[in-house]
């Protein structure tokens, strides 16, 4: 298998959008691994001094403007042989800082309060590489679990150019904390190729990412992936080393529920061999439905359950 490397530049990036259409910039084979770096945000949300700004994302700022809204993503990877209805798997190696400071703010009209603040109000977060900290302007120290808020495949080509900003069936905006390194998130594949981008890096962020910013930051994540083409899926899935998590994204937080659940009662019969009745309960008693964020116009859910109770049925 081979190793490779993608470095964030305005060459390399897609500002704002996924789309079908997007040119590869490297194309690799099933298993191999991808390095990939990325940076984050608008020239209005820049630091200064002590803080410096990657080369990369000056240079950015000063050639290119978003071509939609949203999130400046490194890619795509093409997957050879992929194909529409397979199934990517990106087993998540590593994921390490790329830079030494991360942003969040608050702003009128936007989060899960948009009338109750007035007024921005933008704070620049130094991130300690040693001892993984960010520390807070008042003084707290948060411990920092990175991870990339959006990867994706490429939508459909019907689809046309899309804003990364509400997740959706090929992934995308998902803002999962859990995706952490270690983790493995299978993405449905919609077009040949599969086309794999990523981006919107998280120093840390709770579920619900309420005001609609993590700790935004540049990462470095290495990524090996792998077809899989016995899997079929219509929702993201992801597995960490001790649970299986089922995805749904919709304007409607309710349906969400209804799509993420009802993926987990799919999942556990087919794996298990119990009767859907006997799943729905199992849900009851031991999964966790939690709210993976509720900011990005397509609200998110996620539903996890411990591995070890995924055990074939006795009768």
């Not at 991360?102 to 109000?121: N, S």
């Not at 390194?181 to 449905?188: C, F």
């Amino acid at each position: 298998m081979a190793d490779y490397r993608i470095d964030a530049s305005p060459e390399s990036v897609h500002w704002g959008y996924f789309d079908a259409g997007l040119s590869p910039l490297l194309t690799v084979d099933s298993g191999d691994t991808v390095t990939i770096s990325t940076i984050s945000g608008g020239p209005e949300v820049m630091p200064k001094p002590p803080f410096a700004i990657p080369e990369a994302l000056s240079t950015l700022h000063a050639t290119q403007r978003p071509k939609l809204p949203g999130h400046i993503c490194t890619g795509p990877v093409e997957v050879r042989g992929a194909k529409a209805g397979h199934v990517l798997e990106v087993r998540i190696k590593g994921i390490e800082l790329h830079y030494d400071w991360g942003f969040t703010y608050v702003a009128p009209l936007k989060g899960a309060l948009p009338d109750d603040f007035d007024e921005m109000h933008l704070m620049h977060i130094p991130l300690d590489r040693e001892r993984m900290t960010g520390r807070m302007r008042w003084g707290l120290e948060l411990p920092l679990k990175p991870f990339f808020g959006v990867m994706a495949v490429a939508p459909p080509a019907s689809w046309g150019a899309l804003s990364t900003l509400p997740p959706r069936r090929n992934g995308g905006n998902l803002d999962n904390k859990e995706l952490v390194a270690g983790t493995t998130l299978y993405l449905p594949i919609h077009v040949d190729g599969a086309l794999f981008s990523v981006g919107d890096g998280h120093g840390v962020q709770g579920d619900g990412e309420v005001c609609v910013t993590a700790i935004e930051t540049g990462l470095i994540g290495t990524f090996e992936l792998h077809l899989r083409e016995n899997m079929r899926l219509t929702w993201p899935l992801a597995e960490t080393p001790t649970h299986i998590m089922t995805m749904a994204f919709d304007p409607d937080l309710d349906d969400c529920v209804v799509i993420a659940l009802r993926d987990m009662i799919h999942l556990i019969v087919a794996r298990t061999g119990i009767t859907k009745a006997e799943a729905y309960a199992l849900c009851s008693l031991a999964a966790d439905l939690r709210i993976t964020q509720v900011v990005n116009g397509n609200k998110g859910v996620h539903v996890m359950l411990d591995k070890s109770l995924l055990q074939k049925a006795q009768r």
